[in-house]
């Protein structure tokens, strides 16, 4: 006999739901825009630095802070940036759910009739005979809540969105913070040679762009090879666009 219980387990074992495969979005692509956005920001300055035609030793090590400067002023301005715009939307989608399914439930009480055979052409759309649609519905029509949520995922293709607007936004921002921090780690660390930081950093990142595309790539079952590509594509693409600019300012 199923229970609670016993749907956990299966839940956690055979399709493997854990927090992080739950948190899937807000731990990827928070992480992933946290080191683009924070790369780009080196790789411009580190342009415009490196094309400079006369640069002393003094201002060698104004660049660098001029680097790590701005490059942690926009990590956590747009780390916090990404939290709150997760915190909106995700409170927004939240609110258009429950207005739709206030709308479902007032036209099953208001207009029984019309909903009724509109299930039954859904049903039928989704490979049913006209028998057992009827019969389904029927069968819905015991359980108004249960029939408004199958209306609202099979007519509006709209679900509940689980996760908490605030837990959803902390995700990200950590994320965001936590991956974006790695191109910044060797101008921490000042290893004294703009050349040298700078190619650390871009190790730094492809190593954190591959990390992410792997872990994108074991929850989504798709080919690894191909989602570590795909990221570390997107990231040196951005960096190498915001390189260029930043020479175009030297």
């Known amino acids: ?74 990590l956590f301005a747009d780390g916090f940036s990404m939290g709150v715009g997760d915190f ?28 009724y055979d509109e299930t039954i052409f ?10 057992d649609a009827h019969t389904i519905t029927n069968i819905y029509k015991k359980n108004p809540d ?25 995700i990200t921002f950590v994320s965001f913070i936590v991956f974006g921090s790695i191109p910044l780690l060797p101008y921490i660390f000042d290893m004294s040679s703009l050349h040298v930081e700078f190619m650390m950093a871009s190790i730094f990142t492809a190593l954190a762009l591959t990390l992410l595309g792997f872990i994108r790539a074991k929850f989504t079952k798709e080919c690894i090879i191909t989602s570590m590509l795909e990221i570390v594509g997107l990231g040196m693409s951005a960096a190498f666009i915001a390189y260029f600019v930043g020479t175009l300012f030297a």
């Open 1 to 74: 006999m199923m229970d609670k219980e016993t749907l956990q387990h299966h839940l956690k074992h055979v399709h493997k739901q854990t927090f992080f495969s739950d948190h899937l979005k807000e731990l990827v692509y928070g992480g992933i825009d946290g080191i683009i956005t924070t790369f780009a920001v080196v790789a411009g300055f580190t342009g415009a630095t490196m094309m400079a035609t006369s640069q002393n030793e003094k201002g060698l090590g104004m660049s660098v802070s001029v680097v790590l400067i701005f490059g942690l002023a926009n």
């Open 88 to 115: 909106l939307s995700s409170r927004a989608e939240k609110k258009l759910f429950d207005r739709e399914r206030g709308k479902e439930v007032s036209a099953i009480e208001d207009d029984e009739e019309f909903e």
């Open 122 to 131: 859904i049903l039928m759309e989704n490979g049913f005979t006209k028998e």
């Open 146 to 170: 249960f029939w408004a949520e199958f209306m609202m995922q099979h007519e509006l293709n709209m679900t509940y969105p689980e996760d908490s607007p605030v837990r959803s936004a902390m």
